[in-house]
């Protein structure tokens, strides 16, 4: 017992560490061998409300039991808020003996589901050699992006190579835009949800036919058929939480609504020109962000229509009190909302957006009315 324990605690450092590579990737599988693909749940910090996914090889025999992970990355990477804005950040595969991944789950509080896949042996023994490959050559290095390649793709991607065929496609929403798939994903974090709604642009309201989250993985895998039988076993639950998001005392509509009465309700013009200085910077950055990231979710933000960074200039000329200036940015911007109302109409974030747009219509008539007054209060004083 305590020999075989001990060749257990060396196998497993010798493949970890990468010690002996060649060793690890000449292992044969055994009959029992199992492969499977992990699905973790959601969690409450902002890297983790959309889960994940990786792919557990277990054979017992030869003492194996370790998880791939395609969603790793290096904190320590020079210049590393740049280059993940830029969409150059590359992301990789680690491994994990399989009772060290499931700890930080369990101390994370989140569920992890099992579907172990109807393959044969030798395509278990191809993946798990390509899994190998792909780790020790450095091949699991790839750019991240949102949507295309991400750890779920990633893993997708390989089952797919190892099986020769795309049998891996989505089943479930391919009716639906990749916008309105999100957005579930945000209960109970507004303000993150308020985010992801505005800074991203055309692509994800294209319909969402690419698998690019882990439950859409897990959903589809249940439908998949190889070889005329279904690709994967029934999910089983390895963890299982009860957690309910805790509500936020601020991160909630209720603050977001508040704080634009305040804005509305308040008659200070400093108020209001900070109002519109904050929505003209969000949009100088929306449209910054759009040509200079490679992350295509950011090009062509048509939310820059309500986070009009003309409105930077409308607050300079509030300020000096040019009301021709202000008049006709004021209409420009009205027209902006109008044609953003148009545009959004039809899509998921409407109603989070909704306060937005009402709010700087408000302020907006509010200083056609003035310029209005004061005009016909000049007259009369001439007259």
Not at 237 to 264: C, G, H, K, R
Not at 323 to 335: E, H, Q
Request: hydrophobic share 45%.
């Amino acid at each position: 017992m305590k020999n075989s324990l001990l060749q257990k605690i060396i196998f497993s450092i010798l493949f970890i560490a990468g010690i002996n590579n060649s060793f690890a990737q000449s292992a044969i599988l055994s009959q029992d061998a199992k492969v499977s693909v992990l699905t973790c749940g959601t969690g409450n910090e902002s890297y983790s409300l959309f889960g994940h996914t990786a792919i557990r090889i277990t054979d017992a025999p030869n003492f194996i039991d370790l998880v791939y992970n395609y969603g790793a990355f290096d904190f320590n990477t020079p210049n590393f808020v740049a280059k993940f804005t830029k969409g150059d950040l590359q992301y990789f595969a680690v491994t994990h003996p399989f009772n060290d991944f499931m700890n930080e789950y369990q101390y994370e509080r989140r569920a992890v589901y099992e579907q172990e896949l109807n393959i044969s042996l030798d395509k278990k023994q191809q993946l798990f050699d390509n899994l190998n490959q792909s780790v020790s050559s450095g091949d699991s290095h790839y750019t991240y992006k949102f949507i295309d390649k991400n750890c779920t793709s990633m893993v997708v991607d390989i089952i797919n190579k190892t099986l020769g065929t795309q049998a891996i496609v989505k089943k479930t929403d391919t009716d639906i835009t990749y916008r309105s798939i999100l957005y579930p994903y945000f209960d109970n974090h507004f303000y993150e949800q308020l985010g992801t709604s505005i800074i991203f642009g055309t692509k994800v309201d294209e319909l969402g036919t690419h698998i690019f989250l882990p439950f859409e993985l897990l959903k589809s895998l249940k439908m998949v058929q190889f070889q005329g039988q279904p690709l994967a076993k029934e999910s089983t639950i390895l963890l299982a939480t009860n957690d309910v998001p805790e509500n936020s005392l601020w991160n909630n509509i209720y603050s977001y609504i508040l704080f634009l009465l305040l804005i509305v309700s308040i008659n200070k013009k400093v108020l209001r020109q900070f109002y519109f200085v904050t929505m003209g910077i969000l949009g100088l950055f929306f449209i910054f962000i759009g040509f200079y990231s490679s992350h295509h979710e950011l090009a062509y933000n048509y939310n820059a229509l309500l986070f009009n960074p003309s409105l930077l200039i409308l607050a300079f000329y509030y300020w000096i009190k040019n009301s021709k200036m202000m008049r006709n940015l004021v209409y420009f911007n009205i027209a902006s909302l109008i044609v953003y109302l148009v545009i959004v109409a039809n899509k998921a974030h409407l109603l989070i957006v909704l306060p937005l747009i009402a709010t700087s219509a408000f302020l907006l008539i509010k200083i056609i009315l003035r310029i209005q007054k004061n005009k016909m209060h000049t007259n009369k004083i001439r007259a």
